[in-house]
């Protein structure tokens, strides 16, 4: 199964501090509590999709899980990613819409966009695969508190290339709160999937101000893509549910796609046309149907042809600023029809 990524971005207003009752939470979690939280820096780097991502804009508002590590890792980075994404799993959609997955290369050399991408396909991770240069990096960890291992610190593995070798780098699994505090950590095999799915429901029923409650508002299922006959072009369907305020849906984009634009189906004079609409409204309390007959979403200038069974990553925009990322899959016409 081929997976196509793009990123989505949420821009929210910084947040303050929690309530005092991080405290008592933070006694009932698995993580460790750092003795000095780290603010997570406004330093941009590239993402596995070529587009530049600012750690701090992305991350604000939203929960984050933060890894750093390479993907030639035999053991270590692999396992923590996975555990990462089996505790995402284990929570609810409106839960998982607040909370963001960044896997930091400490590898640029090797690690390319495309290899980043392959690799997080591979471990069916929907992280963001991160990476700059070397001084980019010991910038970032500087901040952070870490120091940049040295090149010479890195382990050649004996009857190999120079191309062959172990890179350091921190072990534990990084929680970013909304306030964009580092504020607890996850050594290796330190929790199960389970136990870093509780610690973010208890640290969500806290009150973080103006966090991503909005990006809890909007659920989007049932999403779907038919199979392109030609490969000029794909319809997005999906069934989006507002539970916030009035809102309207302005746009769809996805990596595979130079243009995403949204459609309205109309009957004109006896026969059915279609028009392009700059937006289409979604009142608070209401489900707005993309659907075939029906107003839908529409990529175009296709880079990649997708087949029936892969996943697209469309992120669908909203007036409000609420960015939304969806891992669609993409049906046959057959199945389709048959409602499968």
């Known amino acids: 199964m081929k997976i196509f990524r793009t ?122 695969g991160l990476r700059g240069s070397t001084t980019e990096l010991e910038k970032l960890l500087g901040e952070m508190g870490f120091v940049m291992p040295p090149m010479s610190s890195r ?9 062959d070798y172990l890179v350091p780098h921190p072990t534990s699994l990084f929680l970013i709160t909304p306030d964009g505090l580092g504020r607890f950590q996850y050594p290796h095999e330190r929790a199960t999937p389970t136990e870093i799915a509780e610690d973010l429901r208890r640290l969500m029923k806290l009150d973080w101000p103006n966090a991503s409650i909005v990006v809890a508002s909007i659920s989007i299922t049932n999403a779907r893509i038919p199979e392109s006959p030609t490969g000029e072009r794909l319809a997005v369907y999906a069934e989006i549910e507002n539970r916030g305020k009035d809102d309207t849906l302005v746009s769809i984009r996805a990596g595979i796609a130079d243009e995403g634009s949204l459609h309205q189906m109309e009957m004109s004079e006896g026969m059915m046309t279609m028009r392009p609409t700059p937006s289409l409204d979604l009142p608070a309390g209401t489900t707005l149907s993309l659907r075939t007959g029906g107003a839908h979403g529409m990529l175009e200038g296709l880079r990649e042809v997708p087949e029936a069974g892969d996943l697209v990553d469309v992120t669908f925009v909203f007036e409000s600023g609420t960015e939304v990322l969806v891992s669609v899959p993409v049906v046959s016409l057959a199945d389709l029809v048959n409602g499968a």
């Open 7 to 128: 990123i989505s971005l949420v821009f929210l207003i910084a947040a303050c501090g929690p309530s005092d009752d991080l405290s008592s939470v933070a006694r009932e979690m698995t993580a460790i509590e750092s003795g000095r939280p780290f603010t997570i820096p406004a330093q941009t780097l590239t993402a596995h999709t070529g587009e530049p991502f600012d750690l701090r804009a992305g991350t604000t508002g939203r929960f984050a899980l933060l890894f750093f590590g390479y993907t030639y890792c035999p053991d270590i980075c692999p396992i923590q990613v996975a555990t990462a994404n089996a505790a995402v799993e284990r929570l609810s959609e409106e839960e998982q819409a607040r909370v963001v997955q960044l896997f930091v290369t400490m590898d640029p050399q090797r690690d390319s966009p495309e290899r980043l991408s392959e690799w997080l396909g591979a471990v069916q991770s929907p992280a963001i």
């Open 155 to 163: 382990q050649l593995l004996p009857g190999g290339t120079a191309e």
